[in-house]
Structures are given as C-alpha cells and as structure tokens.
RNA sequence: GGCGUGGUAGCCAAGUGGUAAGGCCGAGCUCUGCAAAAGCUCUAUCGCGGGUUCGAUUCCCGCCCACGCCUCCA
C-alpha cells in the first residue's frame, strides 16, 4: 500500500488521498458530452483520469469509478436537430464511438457510466428538495432556477470571491441561448422549461415539461453511486468554474454535506502551440493521428507523458518522438520478460487483478515515488528510461533481482497505460507490393552469394521505390521510408 | 480589468537551497561486406534585474514575455 498524492483545487495543495471509508476510492469523472467524436483535447483529460485510477489502483486501493455520459443538452439537441434525428439515435452513435476510442486508448472501463436521460427522476428530486429548502426558485415560463446567494460557500472552489465576480459584472455580455427568465445572471438552470427548439425532447415535471440543466446531472448521479465514497471529483480545469462550483452548490444544500473532498482538474492542450476548440475546428481526433500511421498507444503516450497539471502542445513531433520512445520501453519490457519467463499478457492481466500488490519497486522506487506524488509522469517516465540505462541491453537478463525488476517495470507500464503489444516497433506497415518483395528477396539471394554489387544496386532500386530494408539475422523486413 | 499557470539545452520535459532526470533530434563510436536497425558516448548553469543566504535554477520583490479561465468548452 502506498500514499498517493494529488493536487487538490479545492485546497490549492498536494493532499496525500484517504479513501473516506475503507479502502475503497470512490472516483467521480465528469464524461464526454455524446453530440460529435471526442478530440484528443478531451482525451488528455480522460486519459489523465485514466493514469489516476490505474495508479490509486496499483497503490493498493479498490477505486470505484463513475463517468457519466452528457446525452441531452443543447449541443445534442442541436445536432439530432440538423441531421434530423431522434435525439437517441444520435447520442447512441456517438456513445459507441467513444466507447471504441476507449479501448482504442487501452483505457479501463468505469463500473458505472450513467446517462442523465436515465436519471431524470433523481434530478427532479434534487431541485425539489432545494426548492423546498429556498435554495431554487421557479420563473413564469417553469423553469427552476438555483438562487447563488442563498449558499455562502459560492466560489469555494474556484475563489470567486477573490475574483469579484459578482452578479451584477456579467451582464455586457448575456447569453442568449440560456437567457431565461432569471433574478439574477450568476444563477444558474436545474430545470429548462421547454422550448420550441427542444422539438420532442422534454420530460415531464412538477413545474412542466422541459430538461434538466447541465449541471445538475452531476450532482444527482454522483450522490446516487457515489454518495458513501464520494471522494475524488475530476475534470478539466474549464470546469472548475462554473460546472463544478455549481455542482457543489447544488449538492451541498440540497443534502447538508459536503461533496467531494478532493477536486482534481487537468490543464488543456495546445495543438501546434494553439488553442484548441470545438468552435475553432482545429482539434485531432484519434482518427486523424490513426490516418496519419501512429497507433493509439503513440497518441496515448504523447497526450499522457507530460505532466497533467500542465498545458502540453500537442505536435507532430511529439508523436515521433513517442513512438521512438515506446520502442526502447517496448525492447526493455520484451527483454526483462524472456529473461525471467514471463509473457506480457498474463503478466498485465496479473498486475490488474492485484496478484503483485506488494510494493517492492527495486531500481524503480523513484519512478513510483514520482508517479503517486500527484501522477508526475514525466518524471516516472525519466526514472523509468533511467533504470533502462543503467540495466543496459538485456541487462536485467544478468541481474540477480531479474524477476522483480520484469514485474516492477511492468506495474509501472500498467499504471501509465501503455499497451506496449501494440507497439509497432518499425514504422506502420502498409501492404508491401509484390514487386518490392521481389526486389527484397532477389537482393537477399545476392547478399547470400556475396555478390555486393547487385545486392547494393537491388537496395537502391528498392529504397527509389520508397521501401526500405531491415536485415535480421536470417532474413529481412521491409517498411516504407 | 480580475483570477491563474508557465518561461530549464535545437525541440519536448522533470527536479532540487549546495553547482541540473529523462525523451526526441543531431554528432561520434560499436556492430555490419557497406548500409539500415540496434547499442554505447557526447551536447544546458535553469527569462531579466535586485534581495535574503556561506551558497539560489530552486525563497522574496520588481520587470519582461507567453498562455489559460472569467458562465459553449476536457
């Protein structure tokens, strides 16, 4: 069992994380919003909170782990619009997508993923009590608004007082698409009243037909699979202010305790040292990087190797220099693994059951330290290249500790995530035209006769052709240049 | 304007009050018939100016620059 230690925004300080009861860590991750592909900006956050369960994980603890879906909002709505579409059918698609990009990712799977549409009840239940408590108030056209003066604590989190940002400072620019009938601009929708816009989707409630507001599925699943372990909550760090700062307001009043006790965010990426946002249109999907020839596990390594609490600008040179990188841990790893007998496969499989929970770390004690201390991968990542160094080619093969050295390094790679079976060590192999494997082998059989001339003129004929030559010991590989 | 983050080698990026991990690229070497692949080796005094200190890249103050948030946003 070992400490890990977070980041906290509540607290603006490094928090080693106590599970509030037991050992188990109740981990709440505010999901994708299913209108359109998730970008790889969306993805670093997930794949952040991802690094998060699989270190907690290793550290020894049981993480119970909750992402909701956003499947009915504006932007959903919009879109099942355009395309004319039941709003379903287009939340479905884009849910599977998610979901295979996931795995794509080599992300663990939440034991829960609710939907909001699934849990309209409990949101309506939750405005309830706060209307009863006078936390709410109902407007003309049934909407039920949270009133932000009624909760002192507003701005916690995201020290809103410190800001001065006060109800009355918002108004140069209002937002029209949300513009309802409020008292004041900080206040924020639980129920929408239901407009022509929303076409069929509404729900009934005590104040009319309409929709939940954004903020407020949060709240309400948190508190239904969370509610004995709510612990740690993340995001992005675009929502400390104002989804999570409204999720706590919301929570806070309507049961009289607090939310979650650790608050984690994840700085955003930069692409090619530019924002990056829907609006703009400038953002990857994991799509575009597959197209471009580098395998999820490239991305994941390029999006995951800095640390999270810092802005990375995501290039194409990253990528390269990821999939460089993955190939020495790839070596190493298929290295430490003959040397002692393990395979890859029943190995991972043993780490993710628990089978190696002792915390005996060898040369990778620095590795560990750095990751569990607030999921500092970079740092891992260079404790990790450090060892590789030291132990030398095949290294670990000679080494006396050869078997806790394989598992250590492999406890590691588990928790960062990296497939590193899918590691393609060579460049990503297209289909090799019959004519290129002639030449290949023609200029093999030269090679064999020491015939060096026509083995050399084979090789540039080939290489002119854009392939390029790999001799192995008995044979040889080809890959494009 | 308010709040916040960051400026470390060609690029990316950790870290520490006592003279700076790692990755990529590049160069040299080993291996190889020659190459490629692989392996080994090499490459920084930490934005600028003050201050505190025996000593600061690391603490404090000021400045410059970049970026993010301020109710679409992971």
């Not at 639980?190 to 929303?198: A, G, H, L, V």
């Not at 590193?420 to 035209?433: F, G, I, N, R």
């Amino acid at each position: 069992m070992s400490e890990v230690i977070l980041h906290n925004t509540l607290s603006r300080s490094s928090e080693p994380i106590a599970p509030s009861k037991g050992n188990r860590i109740g981990m709440y991750c505010c999901g994708p919003t299913v209108y359109a592909q998730a970008h790889i900006g969306n993805f670093r956050t997930f794949l952040s909170q991802d690094v998060m369960r699989r270190t907690l994980q290793i550290a020894g603890y049981n993480v119970f782990h909750v992402r909701n879906l956003t499947d009915v909002d504006d932007k959903t709505i919009k879109r099942s619009r355009e395309e004319g579409k039941p709003l379903s059918e287009v939340t479905e698609h884009w849910t599977e997508v998610f979901h295979r990009d996931c795995q794509r990712f080599n992300m663990l799977a939440p034991q829960v993923e609710p939907k909001a549409t699934e849990h309209i009840q409990e949101q309506i239940e939750m405005i309830a009590s706060l209307l009863k408590k006078g936390n709410a108030y109902q407007t003309e056209d049934g909407s039920v608004y949270f009133k932000v003066t009624s909760f002192d604590e507003y701005g916690r989190l995201s020290r809103l007082k410190e800001r001065e940002l006060t109800t009355t400072e918002a108004d140069e620019s209002p937002n029209d698409a949300d513009e309802y009938d409020r008292e004041s601009l900080a206040d924020f929708a639980m129920w929408k009243s239901r407009k022509p816009d929303d076409g069929d989707v509404y729900w009934e409630s005590p104040w009319g037909e309409g929709r939940p507001g954004w903020h407020l599925e949060c709240s309400a699943m948190a508190m239904k699979y969370l509610g004995n372990h709510l612990d740690i909550h993340s995001g992005g760090e675009d929502l400390i202010f104002p989804h999570h700062e409204n999720e706590i307001a919301q929570s806070e009043c309507s049961c009289g305790t607090r939310f979650f006790r650790y608050w984690i965010h994840c700085a955003h990426l930069l692409v090619e040292g530019g924002k990056m946002s829907k609006s703009l249109n400038n953002f990857y999907t994991i799509d575009d990087i597959a197209e471009k020839g580098f395998a999820p596990v490239v991305l994941r390594y390029a999006l995951t190797s800095g640390a999270y609490r810092q802005t990375i600008n995501f290039t194409m040179d990253s990528l390269h220099a990821a999939q460089s990188a993955l190939g020495r841990l790839r070596r190493f790893s298929e290295d430490s693994l003959s040397a002692v007998g393990l395979k890859w496969g029943a190995l991972m499989k043993a780490i993710q059951k628990g089978k190696h929970a002792d915390d005996s770390w060898g040369p990778f004690q620095k590795a560990w330290d750095a990751l569990r201390t607030d999921l500092n991968t970079a740092g891992a990542l260079g404790g990790i290249f450090s060892v590789i160094k030291e132990q030398g080619s095949g290294g670990s093969r000679n080494s006396q500790n050869a078997t806790e050295i394989a598992i250590a390094f492999h406890k590691l790679i588990f928790a960062l995530g990296y497939d590193l079976s899918e590691v393609v060590v060579e460049k990503p192999k297209t289909e090799t035209p019959e004519e290129i494997k002639e030449l290949a082998q023609a200029r093999w059989e030269a090679k064999q006769s020491k015939d060096w001339a026509a083995a050399d003129d084979l090789r540039d004929q080939i290489q002119s052709k854009g392939w390029k030559i790999l001799d192995r010991q008995d044979g040889f590989d080809l890959e494009t240049l």
